[in-house]
């Protein structure tokens, strides 16, 4: 059964100046992304895959706008993205939620986690005040914690606390899509498995699609459907996960197939 197409990328290219002299001209422009397509369908799991530097978390901000593309489409729900105003690029913003790298630096340190997870609460009036408290704790037990953590702040808990909690922020504001940006880089391993279980049980329970975003292959060939590889701000090869990691065609993808550490 073929699944409705959620998000589209046509041509993407995000470029930034390079300025010099005392008057700061532009000589020359640095090629972060260019021209890169892709897309995902409802319920989809597609993993971004390269090295740092190839250009992976500058794709993923450039496609929910936070950092304005030089050119290309951006289509969601088969709505033009780069031509929504502020109140629907508003209400885009919640529909596609972002789980960075480090979940510490996710979080503000001032603020409690019901603050954390209540703030894009209030903002988008998904639930009154008076339900607000309920809320959270609802949340943090769908993403395996327990409700009396909220009033803790998250030099108080774990990175894979901190994380869930990250994810559970996302959660709450009853997303169609999530990019995970590294999401699981910076814990340990027995951490990373546990996170990684969450994101799948996730996805099956509420109908999520994720853009992955990682340089650990691994995890990618566990996690996702349908692979992009991406080197130098271009894609380099795409097809399904175990069609890559068994044949893959370009050398690139297979010098980071041949890095993987072996047991």
């Known amino acids: 059964m073929n699944k409705p197409e959620l998000f589209k990328v046509e041509g993407l290219k995000v470029y930034f100046p390079i300025l010099a002299g005392l008057f700061r001209s532009q000589v020359g422009e640095i090629k972060a992304v260019d021209g890169i397509d892709f897309t995902l369908f409802e319920g989809d799991l597609l993993g971004l895959v390269g090295e740092s530097g190839s250009g992976k978390s500058t794709t993923a901000r450039a496609s929910i706008r936070l950092i304005e593309p030089t050119a290309g489409k951006i289509h969601f729900n088969n709505q033009d993205v780069r031509s929504f105003n502020k109140k629907r690029l508003k209400e885009f913003r919640r529909e596609i939620q972002i789980i960075f790298q480090d979940p510490y630096s996710s979080l503000n340190p001032r603020k409690s986690v019901r603050e954390s997870i209540g703030e894009g609460v209030r903002f988008y009036k998904i639930v009154d005040e008076s339900e607000l408290t309920d809320y959270v704790a609802e949340n943090l037990t769908k993403v395996g914690l327990t409700p009396d953590l909220m009033h803790r702040y998250p030099h108080e808990i774990s990175g894979g606390q901190q994380q869930r909690i990250c994810i559970g922020r996302a ?79 370009d050398s690139y993808t297979q010098e980071l197939i041949a890095a993987i550490p072996q047991l």
């Open 171 to 249: 959660l709450a504001l009853k997303p169609k899509m999530i990019i995970c940006d590294e999401a699981v880089s910076a814990l340990d391993v027995s951490v990373q498995a546990q996170i990684l279980n969450l994101l799948m049980e996730l996805k099956e329970t509420y109908g999520l699609t994720y853009l992955f975003i990682s340089h650990d292959l691994s995890v990618v060939r566990y996690l996702c459907d349908r692979v992009v590889v991406m080197n130098r701000g271009k894609i380099v090869e795409r097809g399904e996960t175990e069609e890559i990691f068994k044949n893959p065609q």
